[in-house]
């Protein structure tokens, strides 16, 4: 299946509700994401800002109210409901449906690019493709934020090989990425930050046997495994 078809399904059904109920009740790496994000934005005074690939924005829905976001997503589908569902409770938000890889935006047109789960479902040249994208809607002054699911962590690794093995697997392929770094210097982009959020999410994943994640969490004491959630971040100069 297409990557585009299975975050069409993924999504369909969802209705409004659904997407306050995630805004009321989010992961925990949305949770430390959103902290991450709200301190960029007060230290640097960011007005701007673009959620690439947002779904259903809950990232950008954990903002405060006070910066512009637009809401960027291929699915149109999920787009429409986006625009139903905040369009009272968020005045601060705009809506694009458009393609990743060519943003109908102007040069230097955001304070903050970022995104969460959509970049490692890409190959090495469309990563590097994304990312120049990113980088040339973003202002000079601003930040490009980006997050990935860490495979370097062994227990979400394990998971996924589980998960993919027995066909339990839900979304897109990911791919393995430590920082981006080759990425970003393909395209001249120095300055790569990176950081993992989120410890207690990596358990999680586990869930299908209590036996293997209680091994982890064992494990965890003598190996003090990274967390779920990478992060990168690059402040353009
Ligand atoms: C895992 S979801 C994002 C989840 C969301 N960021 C969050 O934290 O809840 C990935 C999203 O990326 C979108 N996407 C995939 N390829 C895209 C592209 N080329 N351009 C724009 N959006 C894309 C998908 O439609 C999907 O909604």
Redesign the pocket.
Known sequence: ME??EI??KH?MGLKPEDLFK?IQNPAQF?IELNAMLSQLITENGYKTAI?????????SAMLDKSIEVTL????DD?IKLDQEAYATTYPNFKYCV????AMPFENESFDLVF????IE?FDFDDRAR?IKEYWRVLKKGGTMVIAFPNHYSLPYRFAYLVRTITKKWI?PPENKMYNLKKELQASGINGLQRTVLSKASIFNWNNYSPLVNNCFKALDKVFNFEGYLTVIWVKKN
Do not use: P, Y
């Open positions: 990557q585009e975050w069409k999504t995630r949305q959620e690439v690939g947002c779904e259903a924005g809950t990232s960027l997503d291929l699915n999920i458009a393609d990743m890889f995104n969460a789960g959509v479902h994304a979304f």
